[in-house]
């Protein structure tokens, strides 16, 4: 399947994904879109594993076993950030960051 | 250009497009849709990888959960939904992405540049070799896969402590997320059923206090998410 495409189309793409992935958690207001910018960047970074690992080390499982390990980790925190931006709607019916600032002196 | 190198143009336009509808999209619903559109794109460079698993992996965990978790959440929070997309410090944020990407691209870019005494790009990795074909996957990566997973010698110990953390994450959610805690409920339907007590007692013996069923789901209501 990877005829002629060389490894940096996949490194240079994977570094934009993460790039927008930035900008969506430095300039969203609304923390669910800033964990929506967390998943772009996990995946960003699960497409520079896979890539090298087919370009680099097919032989060994350590890019798939890292990739793994990126989706159980993605996984988790989507839920904990779900629940806790739910939490948080509940008790202040807001889900700006900027408004989340009890804990400041 | 060969059909490879088309199918990862479109498909890669697919992944950075949606990634750029998912930061700009007014609607955070339309973001999260759009998200689902970016997830796809990646199944397709994985299927380009040669890593059919993770493709499959991609569509039933990122498509078929987390993006249904958002739209869940983003539908449990629907007042603020259409709140401005930007907060004030967007240009800096911008510029901030910007500059780590063309640092990012000039790293990992195919064309040397040399700046001052340093130089930059044209990276040679190891095992790639410009304009030969990648070495093959073996047939059995998978089979290598699995068995470094319970291999105390490679990713066993990993393996277990992130089962051990996906498991807290999903209990910790559960706990963080609940309605109410469980204590309060407790004691306010305690003092619910000695308040009923009393004034049954009061009004005589004919009058039965009411049944502790009762009483909870004439508070359910109340206790449930307001959803406009």
Known sequence: ?105 | MTISQVLFIVISLVVLGGGVMVVTARNLFHAALFLIVSFFGVTGLYVLLDAGFFAAAQFLVYIGAISILIIFAVMLTRGVQLAQPANSQWPAALVVSVIVFAIMALMLGPVAVTIGQRQFGSVSWPNVVEGQPAPAVPDDHLVRLGQSFVDFNQYGAAFLLTAVLILVAMVGAIWVARDRALKDVMEERAELAAEEAQEAMLAGPVQQPLPLAETRSAEAPAASVAHH
Not at chain 1, 26 to 41: C, D, F
Not at chain 1, 74 to 82: C, Q, W
Request: hydrophobic content about 65%; charged content about 10%.
């Open chain 1, 1 to 105: 399947m990877l005829n002629g495409i060389p490894l940096y189309w996949f490194l240079l793409v994977s570094a934009a994904l993460f790039c927008i992935g930035l900008y969506g958690v430095l300039a969203r207001k609304n923390a669910i879109a800033i964990l929506m910018g967390v998943e772009l960047m996990l995946n960003a970074v699960n497409i520079n594993l896979l890539a090298f690992w087919r370009y680099v080390a097919p032989n060994a499982a350590a890019g798939l076993a890292f990739a793994a390990f990126i989706f159980v980790i993605a996984a988790a925190e989507a839920a904990i950030g779900l629940a806790l931006m739910i939490s948080v709607y509940r008790n202040t019916q807001s889900v700006d960051p900027d408004k989340l600032d009890s804990m400041k002196l």
